[in-house]
């Protein structure tokens, strides 16, 4: 993690900057802008952590960049009193909740996530009465309200050792079930004595709850459910389930620009992996995929996630040409420069997160800590 007294190099920003937008006009507006952030950053103390979805321009200037769990991780790690937080709402509630000191800003506070908008509270509730013998466990991508109903939290690298440690013979997964599908299969063979569920979708009209038994390959439905209904049918990012609608796409790109590599996020669609255009040694964690072409040595990669993650794989190795259909997180693109000098300068807005609910989610997150011991 950059500190605030380590200097940003501006010619290579710039470099960097024009390379990937391929406009020199747009670069030579937003440079001051970018110089006018990390002045305030100095001058009031705040330290920018960006998600690899965030704009390069926001990415390049960052103290830190990263996928949900590392900034969650380096957000724990902030001594200004500051941190401003370049990505989606539940990371910055996550943030709050490691780092309780620092005041939390989150520049455009409608920077929301489908996946944490497909599971409520009340949904979690109806699950364990159902299943009260099981482990519920939320993705990271989930709210401070949801994370205070689990047992624990996982991410797509923590998820296997977490099964594990659990003590629970069942264990229901949420919200995304594509994210589940896929660890799943990746992972059945290292989890012996488990059994694994997710939750699948919401049918609005019956009010019908449905979960997979994956391990079963069977499905259940829990009716007559009252409480607060998910905005969205399913946990899924909406991101990756556009990318996975036509896999066509994947072939005629593939004919095209003749990739030496092609990588997916574990959140696109498992029929992707079942039709066998990808397969599970193709998919993982943001971070995974950085790595897969960093070990790769590829040289021209086909990419399949939110677009900007190329700007941070460009950064690390310039010589990779990264060819990704481009879809970009609506949540995301809420953050801009100007909403960012915007909240440095007036301090707004704020996370918080009342109590109990700020104790509860932060157990679930400790728990997850201790379950990756
Ligand atoms: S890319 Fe998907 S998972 Fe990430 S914030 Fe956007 S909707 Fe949520």
């Not at 704009?55 to 769990?69: F, K, R, V, W």
């Not at 005041?103 to 699950?127: N, Q, Y």
């Not at 009252?226 to 946990?235: D, L």
């Amino acid at each position: 993690m950059r500190t605030l007294e380590q200097k940003i190099d501006w010619d290579d920003v710039e470099d960097k900057l024009y390379d990937f937008r391929k406009d020199w006009q747009h670069v030579q507006i937003v440079l001051p802008i970018m110089k006018r952030i990390v002045d305030l950053c100095e001058k009031e103390g705040a330290t920018l952590l960006a998600h690899y979805y965030q704009i390069p321009e926001l990415q390049y200037i960052a103290h830190s960049t990263g996928d949900s769990l590392k900034l969650c991780i380096d957000a724990q790690k902030v001594n200004t009193p500051y941190i401003v937080f370049c990505g989606v709402h539940f990371m910055a509630e996550s943030a709050h909740l490691l780092n309780p000191e620092k005041t939390v800003l989150l520049p455009d506070t409608a920077a929301s996530c489908s996946i944490a908008e497909g599971i409520t509270p009340d949904m979690i509730k109806h699950i364990r009465k159902h299943n009260p013998e099981s482990a519920i466990l939320a993705y990271v991508n989930t709210t401070a309200a949801t994370k205070a109903e689990v047992d624990a939290i996982y991410t797509s690298s923590n998820a296997q050792k977490i099964l594990n440690n659990i003590p629970n013979k069942k264990v229901i997964l949420l919200p995304d079930p594509n994210l589940a599908e896929n660890l799943f299969r990746k992972m059945k063979d290292k989890i012996s004595g488990k059994e694994v569920l997710y939750y699948k979708e919401y049918d609005f009209e019956n009010k019908f709850i449905y979960l997979r038994n994956a391990t079963k390959g069977t499905e259940l439905l829990l009716p007559f459910f009252k409480g607060e209904v998910p905005k969205t049918k399913t946990g899924a990012c909406y991101v990756h389930e556009e990318l996975s609608r036509s896999p066509q796409m994947i072939l005629s790109y593939k004919q095209r620009f003749n990739p030496d590599l092609i990588i997916g996020h574990f959140e696109i669609s498992p029929d992707l992996i079942s039709e066998g255009y990808l397969s599970l040694d193709q998919i993982g964690s943001t971070t995974d995929m950085i790595e897969m072409v960093k070990k790769s040595g590829a040289r021209k990669v086909l990419m399949l996630t939110e677009c900007h993650l190329g700007a941070s794989i460009k950064s690390a190795i310039p010589e990779v040409e990264i060819i990704t259909p481009c879809v970009l997180c609506k949540y995301m693109q809420k953050i801009s420069l100007d909403k960012v000098v915007q909240s440095l300068e007036t301090k707004k807005p704020v996370i918080t997160i009342p109590e109990p609910t700020f104790s509860k989610a932060k157990r679930a997150i400790t728990n997850m800590f201790e379950l990756m011991k």
